[in-house]
T-cell receptor, first 109, second 116 residues
Framework: KNEVEQSPQNLTAQEGEFITINCSYS?????LHWLQQHPGGGIVSLFM???GKKKHGRLIATINIQEKHSSLHITASHPRDSAVYIC???????????FGTGTRLTIIP | GAGVSQSPSNKVTEKGKDVELRCDPI?????LYWYRQSLGQGLEFLIY??????PDKSGLPSDRFSAERTGGSVSTLTIQRTQQEDSAVYLC?????WGQGYNEQFFGPGTRLTVL
């Protein structure tokens, strides 16, 4: 079993819909990252969080440390949000990131 | 300011040859990471440098892989006697630290390695 599990693997939605991507992990962590990767593009860090909630524009990330679960929400989704979203955790005592397999999001106009 | 840069952007090599991949981190970032993204697979950690500390090499898949970081800045990932399974995108990232914690990682554009 992977230490970091994401769901769904693939998600297709209509423009304007509210999007939720989930990440569960099985280890103690010091931080969780949400990353975005556009097709053929580089990786961009969206959020790094260790507790609570963060918001940036239409993106919201939450984390529940007790339940070892994080969600990434996108409000008023747009075709330019189409990308792979990757959850990654930094395990206690170790600075490397362990990655989920990613969620491929497609927003249809 | 300038982000993380990597060179070359693409590298095609023949099986058995050695390759060197370069990473220039963001100026002032003391932490540097190498990751690999194989086709159809997720990202995996390779090696991590922090300041003058000994690097964490726990992710290197074999002794054909090595990396160094000179002067606390530029890093080179070397793959000796390349194999077809080494074909992947190799990503470098850097981050700054504060107190006991680390900030977000900034990723370079990657080097796409193809081993024929």
């Amino acid at each position: 079993k992977n230490e970091v599990e994401q769901s769904p693997q693939n998600l297709t939605a209509q423009e304007g819909e509210f999007i939720t991507i989930n990440c569960s992990y099985s280890v103690g962590i010091s931080a969780l990252h949400w990353l975005q990767q556009h097709p053929g593009g580089g990786i961009v860090s969206l959020f790094m969080l260790s507790s609570g909630k963060k918001k940036h524009g239409r993106l919201i990330a939450t984390i529940n440390i007790q339940e070892k679960h994080s969600s990434l929400h996108i409000t008023a989704s747009h075709p330019r949000d189409s990308a792979v979203y990757i959850c990654a955790v930094r395990v206690f005592g170790n600075e490397k990131l362990t990655f989920g397999t990613g969620t491929r999001l497609t927003i249809i106009p | 300011g300038a982000g993380v840069s990597q060179s070359p952007s693409n590298k095609v090599t023949e099986k058995g040859k050695d390759v060197e991949l370069r990473c220039d981190p963001i100026s002032g970032h003391t932490a540097l990471y190498w990751y690999r993204q194989s086709l159809g697979q997720g990202l995996e950690f390779l090696i991590y440098f922090q300041g003058n500390s000994a690097p964490d090499k726990s992710g290197l898949p074999s002794d054909r892989f090595s990396a160094e970081r000179t002067g606390g800045s530029v890093s080179t990932l070397t793959i000796q006697r390349t194999q077809q399974e080494d074909s992947a995108v190799y990503l470098c990232a850097s981050s700054s630290i504060w107190g006991q914690g680390y900030n977000e990682q900034f990723f370079g554009p990657g080097t796409r390695l193809t081993v024929l």
